[in-house]
């Protein structure tokens, strides 16, 4: 079985959001740097985490340090986005079939915030006119 944190890292290197559904427990916890309350599930997780892929996934983003536990990973990032040079950190958490359970990301600083939520709001609002028309 590949390390839920190997999967994540080819994930994000493929910019693969397909590869979300075989990586996300069902019941898994999503937890955006920009919006207040937790999403529940693998659809919400998945449509943030795609999202935030596309968003945050350029060129010039690299992990830079990455702390591993038995069930938990913290792995810190850095890209430019608009200009702005951002800083964040994954907080992952995985069961023991190595499916992902909790997701967090955390990032700095206000201005990347403040960019990252723009871009996600108006993607996320493309992705549900979408589905909404499918």
Do not use: C
Not at 57 to 78: H, K
């Amino acid at each position: 079985m590949t390390h839920p944190i190997d999967a994540w890292h080819a994930l994000a290197r493929d910019r693969n959001p397909r590869a979300l559904a075989a990586l996300l427990d069902d019941e898994v916890v999503f937890h955006s740097p920009v919006v207040r309350t937790p999403q529940r599930g693998r659809p919400l997780a998945t449509q943030y985490l795609s999202a935030a892929l596309m968003i945050l996934g350029n060129d010039s983003f690299r992990y830079v340090r990455e702390i591993r536990g038995e069930r938990d990973a913290v792995l810190e990032f850095e890209l430019e986005l608009d200009g702005l040079q951002v800083n964040g950190v994954d907080l992952v958490r995985w069961n023991d079939a190595g499916r992902i359970t909790d997701f967090k990301v955390m990032i700095r600083p206000l201005k990347a915030i403040q960019a990252v939520q723009q871009e996600m709001a108006a993607l996320l609002a493309q992705m549900q006119q979408r589905q909404a028309d499918q």
